[in-house]
């Protein structure tokens, strides 16, 4: 992919018909404060408070853009922030050198998905322009898109795809970036090298998985997604060639009945771990690759430097002891990428991709939507339409 400078497809496309830069380029009268959902502290749903009066965002750096957000949407780690997990390496990140006057992060706001539209470009944008309609997913340790704006990096920032609405858009970006994070950053799977591949996705209905399974059949893999039978007709019409579920007997000895796998990606964790490894394909470049991961549990408890610490020797031994049996161990993050975003986009407008989709609250029914998302066993995710007036 070309980069997102001068020469690049996608910042021409920002800036045809706009005159050059001149600083920041900004809707007229924007206001000092905004209507937001936030918590002042860390604790079960009723810590999420609405204000009229959170801080509107400002541009601090030359490259962020202002969005009016448009629609939002919820994912695990709304549900984890608001119980404070990550808080330690969150905040260090936030703030690493201890300058800020005020020693908390709060009140702070959550949500990462964003789809809405540009309201104001730093003095280096050249791809977007106020009026742009983008969708975003916002890194963690800023201030989230339960708001009525939020500030972005440009390069955390992309064209919004043509075909979804602001509602089904602002379903994708967070679940899509992790994937991709774990399926192509991390597993090495592209567009090339797919075709044929056996993909085992662990946890296959949840919002990664679900966007997991488009991405590699629109690749060429042959793809076994394991879930509960209520998830299973959801399963197959995502493109899942083989369905398996978890509840009707001893998966380990289900699966172990299949083909070696080229490529696992794991959304469950826990004991899954001890014995998924074992249906990878040996000493083929077989990949295992998970998202659950002990990184910021381990500094939460830990502080920052002897969690990092655990956390090393924990990856190592495991990626050494696994490629000593031929299969490769990963772990995988999200990472927030516009660049990254360009490619999913041409993926949902070429149909290959499509939005699934649970419910849609409107903006003040947000604690509700957070039960929603408490209570699990939802089929697609959970839509906030900030813009909604009910």
Same mark, same amino acid.
């Given at each position: 992919?070309?980069?997102?400078?001068?020469?690049?497809?996608?910042?021409? !496309?920002?800036?045809?018909?706009?005159?050059?830069?001149?600083?920041? !380029? $900004?809707?007229?009268?924007?206001?000092?404060?905004?209507?937001?959902?936030?918590?002042?502290?860390?604790?079960?749903?009723?810590?999420?408070?609405?204000?009229?009066?959170?801080?509107?965002?400002?541009?601090?750096? @030359?490259?962020?853009?202002?969005?009016?957000?448009?629609?939002?949407?919820?994912?695990?780690?709304?549900? *984890?922030?608001?119980?404070?997990?990550?808080? %330690?390496?969150?905040?260090?990140?936030?703030?690493?050198?201890?300058?800020?006057?005020?020693?908390?992060?709060?009140?702070?706001?959550?949500?990462?998905?964003?789809?809405?539209?540009?309201?104001?470009?730093?003095?280096?944008?050249?791809?977007?322009? @106020?009026?742009?309609?983008? &969708?975003?997913?916002?890194?963690?340790?800023?201030?989230?898109?339960?708001?009525? #704006?939020?500030?972005?990096?440009?390069?955390?920032?992309?064209?919004? @795809?043509?075909?979804?609405?602001?509602?089904?858009?602002?379903?994708?970006?967070?679940?899509?970036?992790?994937? &991709?994070?774990?399926?192509?950053?991390?597993?090495?799977?592209?567009?090339?090298?797919?075709?044929?591949?056996?993909?085992?996705?662990?946890?296959?209905?949840?919002?990664?998985? %679900?966007?997991?399974?488009?991405?590699?059949?629109? &690749?060429?893999?042959?793809?076994?997604?394991?879930?509960?039978?209520?998830? *299973?007709?959801?399963?197959?019409?995502?493109?899942?060639?083989?369905?398996?579920?978890?509840?009707?007997?001893?998966?380990?000895?289900?699966?172990?009945?299949?083909?070696?796998?080229?490529?696992?990606?794991?959304?469950?964790?826990?004991?899954?771990?001890? &014995? $998924?490894?074992?249906?990878?394909?040996?000493?083929?470049? $077989?990949?295992?690759? %998970?998202?659950?991961?002990?990184?910021?549990?381990?500094?939460?408890?830990?502080?920052?430097?002897?969690?990092?610490?655990? %956390?090393?020797?924990?990856?190592?031994?495991?990626?050494?002891?696994?490629?000593?049996?031929?299969?490769?161990?990963?772990?995988?993050?999200?990472?927030?990428?516009?660049?990254?975003?360009?490619?999913?986009?041409?993926?949902?407008?070429?149909?290959?991709?499509? @939005?699934?989709?649970?419910?849609?609250?409107? #903006?003040?029914?947000?604690?509700? $939507?957070?039960?929603?998302?408490?209570?699990?066993?939802? !089929?697609?995710?959970?839509?906030?339409?900030?813009?909604?007036?009910?």
């Amino acid at each position: 992919m070309l980069s997102r400078g001068a020469v690049s497809g996608r910042a021409l !496309r920002g800036a045809v018909g706009s005159p050059p830069s001149r600083g920041l !380029r $900004a809707s007229p009268r924007a206001p000092s404060a905004m209507p937001s959902w936030v918590i002042d502290r860390y604790g079960p749903n009723d810590v999420l408070r609405f204000t009229r009066n959170m801080v509107f965002p400002t541009i601090n750096f @030359p490259n962020e853009v202002i969005i009016k957000v448009h629609a939002a949407s919820l994912n695990p780690i709304d549900l *984890s922030m608001r119980s404070g997990y990550g808080a %330690t390496a969150l905040n260090m990140k936030r703030d690493p050198l201890k300058l800020k006057s005020m020693d908390t992060e709060f009140p702070l706001t959550l949500g990462r998905d964003v789809s809405g539209v540009v309201m104001e470009c730093g003095l280096n944008v050249s791809y977007f322009k @106020p009026g742009d309609e983008v &969708w975003a997913a916002i890194p963690p340790w800023k201030q989230g898109t339960l708001s009525e #704006f939020v500030v972005a990096s440009g390069n955390e920032v992309s064209f919004k @795809p043509k075909c979804l609405s602001h509602t089904e858009a602002a379903s994708l970006p967070y679940v899509g970036l992790t994937a &991709w994070s774990a399926v192509n950053q991390v597993g090495g799977l592209n567009q090339s090298n797919c075709s044929g591949k056996r993909v085992l996705i662990l946890g296959a209905s949840g919002g990664v998985g %679900t966007f997991a399974i488009q991405l590699v059949k629109a &690749w060429g893999a042959h793809v076994t997604a394991v879930c509960s039978h209520d998830a *299973s007709t959801l399963m197959k019409k995502l493109g899942a060639d083989d369905v398996i579920d978890y509840k009707s007997g001893n998966l380990e000895q289900q699966l172990k009945t299949l083909p070696l796998f080229d490529f696992i990606l794991d959304n469950v964790g826990g004991s899954t771990e001890n &014995w $998924a490894l074992d249906l990878l394909k040996k000493w083929s470049g $077989a990949t295992y690759v %998970t998202l659950v991961t002990p990184f910021l549990i381990n500094m939460d408890k830990l502080g920052v430097a002897d969690g990092m610490l655990q %956390t090393g020797v924990t990856v190592g031994s495991k990626t050494v002891k696994h490629l000593f049996k031929g299969v490769h161990y990963r772990w995988a993050f999200f990472m927030p990428s516009g660049p990254s975003l360009d490619e999913i986009a041409e993926l949902v407008d070429s149909g290959k991709i499509q @939005p699934v989709i649970d419910q849609v609250f409107s #903006f003040s029914e947000v604690p509700k $939507a957070f039960l929603k998302l408490e209570g699990g066993h939802a !089929r697609g995710k959970t839509v906030i339409d900030v813009i909604s007036k009910k």
